[in-house]
């Protein structure tokens, strides 16, 4: 079984910071990526950013430059550290990972339960 735990969402006024955790877990063989999507309410769900195997980084423009991302890989963990935070930031974010569960399964994609960041001013 493969399980995506989601920490460090919260309710923090324009301009701070918060930093998400997602740890990985269970029938793991290897990790082709982790990254993050944001939904907001009546909005369509979005990438914000991902994290390849060989470390490459994709980011939404609306999230460069104050936005990173990270990987332990030794964790199975991402991370998402959030600064300069905007109302427009205020979604449900989620972990996602693609992953193999074992040398003779093919890639899939599995997703966490989502955390609440709100910013408000």
């Known amino acids: 079984q493969v399980q995506l735990v989601e920490s460090g969402g919260g309710l923090v006024q324009t301009g701070g910071s918060l930093r998400l955790s997602c740890v990985a877990s269970?029938?793991?063989?290897?990790?082709?990526?982790m990254g993050w999507y944001r939904q907001a309410p009546g909005k369509q769900r979005e990438l914000v950013a991902s994290?390849?195997?060989?470390?490459?980084?994709d980011y939404a423009d609306y999230v460069k430059g104050r936005f990173t991302i990270s990987r332990d890989n030794a964790k199975n963990t991402v991370y998402l550290q959030m600064n300069s935070l905007k109302p427009e930031d205020t979604a449900i974010y989620y972990c996602?990972?693609?992953?193999?569960?074992?040398?003779?399964?093919?890639?899939?994609?599995?997703w966490g339960q989502g955390t609440q960041v709100t910013v408000a001013s």
């Open positions: 996602n990972a693609v992953l193999r569960t074992s040398a003779t399964m093919p890639l899939n994609p599995y």
């Open positions: 994290i390849h195997s060989e470390d490459n980084r």
């Open positions: 269970g029938s793991i063989f290897s990790i082709y990526l």
